[in-house]
């Protein structure tokens, strides 16, 4: 006997602010987690937002000052994933339904993978020939033009996505707290060129309704359900205690202000990035009051905190097996966050916590540094071992002939020449990057040697292009570099191709202070008796 279509209502919301569509999101989800509604497809856009993935800091991925000063309201999902940048631009989307109601999808990823294929027949149908791409988004020949989202709470689900009709991508970069390297190496212009939209595919964006119709019908066939025939409009403010809810819930995690004596590492996972911040007793050893934030999907959505809770103020053995028997035994999801990344998370902190001991570091130095270490070497051997230096082209004056060059005179004039002083006197080989290229065959030399490093870049950079360090698989002991970057500047493109004109400033007292672990070599000998005091 055949099964009866499930009827659902569709519902469109027209064009409000974000945190109304966010409010919107949760107190229909709420209610249909009661089982006492048909399920819900819900059309929408927004007006200008930066909405956070549900595991988010909203300081490590926003804007935040832009957002204030250009009037861009800040918004959290109920769903995981990454940060995004709504206009009326995107169309956007909410299918929400007790689990009952839709057929095999009983985890985070095929319900992404369920609701992208759908969204890609819509396209098609549209003549527009998407494909759906792991984890979240819809791409036509690697140009996103659709994103979607999933969370599953209380036996509900929310699934929901939003498709570019058009794009502002000036807008998008200053209010997200990402370098255009995330969309593509070539800057502003190539950042455009790494996005499409259905104006750019159609030449023109079709009627709403059209748009509406196919994404309804494709929906409606990944589901099996039948879609009621009429479109109920609403146009009815969200009461405003919806609405302040959801602005204090974008701000519960924010990590914007430091933490006096809290360490913060980070750990990449293909291309999500998961985020560990705790107070670090390293002779325990234990870490106090952990948070953890991700950009990945995961349930329940209370994951993060228990992670952080069983962390919290035991041996890091200890909390490590905590948290290994929960992800074991809940069921929970993370989208490759487990056991094992964890553990990493809470080693890099300790092995922080311990260097700065060890170096006398302050806080802000301490979490300056970033230990590149694949096998787990800490920090200190991994000084031990190093034998190179790498220096970013961009900490040279503007000013100088060599800027765009490898070498330096050493003629005094910048902290360069004090860095490449440093090295030399330790018998290391210093290499002055000088575009991005030129950094993967300068590692990929160096994954020959079997040599450890010690570098200096942002950390924009190092997040953005963690794949390049991942790949030569170097242990490196790297430091962020400040003032004008090419990040904060909106110029990737130049610094991509060796051009970016600003300067950036190295921390000669932090690298002085790194310098002293590595020993004193004769050129391409072994250490002298000096070691790293010296």
């Known amino acids: 006997m055949s099964t009866r279509p499930v009827l659902f209502q569709v519902v469109d919301t027209g064009l409000r602010p974000g945190l109304e569509n966010h409010a919107l999101d949760r107190a229909w989800l709420r209610t249909h987690a009661r089982g006492s509604h048909i399920p819900v497809l819900r059309f929408h856009r ?12 909203a300081g490590r991925e926003l804007r935040l000052d832009v957002c204030a000063r250009r009037g861009i309201e800040v918004a959290r999902r109920l769903s995981g994933g990454g940060a995004l940048y709504l206009d009326p631009q995107q169309l956007g989307f909410s299918v929400i339904a007790p689990a009952a109601a839709l057929r095999g ?11 992208g294929s759908a969204i890609a027949e819509a396209l098609t149908s549209l003549g527009i020939r998407a494909r759906f791409k792991q984890p979240n988004d819809l791409e036509i020949d690697g140009r996103k033009i659709a994103s979607v989202f999933a969370a599953c709470e209380a036996g509900a689900w929310l699934l929901q996505g939003t498709v570019l009709l058009g794009v502002d991508v000036k807008s998008m970069l200053e209010a997200l707290k990402v ?3 995330k969309l593509s190496r070539d800057g502003l212009a190539a950042a455009r060129d790494r996005l499409t939209t259905v104006e750019d595919q159609l030449g023109t964006v079709p009627a709403l309704e059209v748009l509406r119709g196919q994404v309804r019908d494709a929906l409606a066939r990944a589901f099996g359900w039948r879609p009621d025939d009429e479109v109920t409009t609403l146009s009815a403010p969200v009461p405003a205690r919806l609405v302040e809810h959801e602005r204090r819930a974008a701000r519960l995690v924010d990590w914007s202000a430091p933490q006096a004596g809290a360490v913060e590492v980070l750990w990449k996972i293909e291309s999500r990035t998961v985020r560990l911040r705790a107070q ?22 209370t994951l ?30 993370a989208a490759g966050v487990d056991a ?4 990493r998370l809470a080693a890099l902190a300790l092995d922080v916590r311990r260097f700065q001991g060890a170096a006398a570091l302050s806080d802000a130095q301490a979490n300056a540094v970033m230990i590149h270490s694949p096998d787990g070497t800490p920090a200190c051997a991994i000084l031990e071992r190093a034998t190179v230096m790498l220096v970013p082209y961009c900490a040279k004056p503007v000013w100088c002939k060599w800027r765009h060059r490898d070498g330096c005179p050493e003629c005094g004039q910048c902290e360069v020449g004090e860095a490449y002083r440093l090295a030399r006197e330790r018998g290391m080989r210093v290499i002055t990057i000088t575009r991005y290229e030129h950094l993967v065959e300068t590692l990929a030399q160096l994954q020959r040697d079997g040599s450890a490093y010690v570098g200096m870049c942002c950390s924009h950079f190092y997040l953005k292009r963690h794949r390049a360090f991942a790949e030569a698989g ?10 004008a970057n090419c990040y904060e500047l909106h110029q990737e493109a130049e610094a991509y191709a060796g051009r970016f ?25 072994p250490a002298s008796d000096q070691g790293k005091r010296g």
Not at 105 to 115: E, G, K, W, Y
Not at 280 to 299: K, N, Q, S, W, Y
Not at 308 to 319: I, T, Y
Not at 340 to 343: G, H, N, P
């Open 501 to 525: 004109q600003a300067q950036a400033r190295l921390d000669l007292p932090l690298l002085a202070n790194v310098m002293r672990f590595v020993p004193r070599r004769k050129p391409g000998g």
């Open 46 to 57: 927004s007006l200008p937002t930066a909405s956070l993935g549900r595991f988010q800091a």
């Open 474 to 483: 170097l242990p490196a002991v790297l430091m962020d570099v400040s003032g």
């Open 304 to 333: 993060f905190e228990t992670i952080a809770r069983r962390l919290s103020d035991c041996p890091v053995d200890v909390g490590v097996r905590r948290v290994a028997a929960f992800l074991h035994g809940s069921g929970a999801e």
């Open 179 to 181: 370098p255009t390297e």
């Open 280 to 301: 670090v007793d390293a002779d325990g050893p234990r870490l106090r009051t952990v948070e953890v934030a991700a950009d990945v999907h995961a349930r329940p959505p």
């Open 105 to 115: 999808i009983d985890s985070l990823t095929v319900a992404l993978a369920v609701t």
């Open 340 to 343: 094992q990344a964890i553990a």
